[in-house]
Nanobody, 123 residues
Framework: QVHLVESGGGLVQAGRSLRLSCVAS????????MGWYRQAPGKQRELVAV?????????ADSLKGRFTISRDNTRDTNTVYLQMTSLKPEDTAVYYC???????????????WGQGTQVTVSS
């Protein structure tokens, strides 16, 4: 099992920045990809950004240039960050951390989700 705990959400004015953090613990040795997704009221959950264990990143096209994902792996935890800049009211959503476990041969082992952290951007 993998346990994910997010932090860093809050209320911020448009144009400001915010950094989210997500700490993964448990069976972290097999975590391959970590990432962030978001869900706004009345909308489906959507990809924000993901990062592989090797550091390869992928972003939603609409967020490139404003959001940056990074990752810090230690012996006991994996932490993924999301630096958000030039925030807009449309970035308001619950942001969820995700971790995907895979075997050494890339076979899928499971998806794990955090509880979510609310980001509200006021105009």
């Amino acid at each position: 099992q993998v346990h994910l705990v997010e932090s860093g959400g809050g209320l911020v004015q448009a144009g400001r920045s915010l950094r989210l953090s997500c700490v993964a613990s448990g069976n972290i040795f097999s975590i391959n990809t970590m990432g962030w997704y978001r869900q706004a009221p009345g909308k489906q959950r959507e990809l924000v950004a993901v990062i592989t264990v090797g550091g390869t990143t992928h972003y939603a096209d609409s967020l490139k240039g404003r959001f940056t994902i990074s990752r810090d792996n230690t012996r006991d935890t994996n932490t993924v960050y999301l630096q958000m800049t030039s925030l807009k009211p449309e970035d308001t959503a619950v942001y969820y951390c995700n971790a995907v476990r895979r075997t050494s041969s890339s076979a899928y082992m499971g998806d794990y989700w955090g509880q979510g952290t609310q980001v509200t951007v006021s105009s």
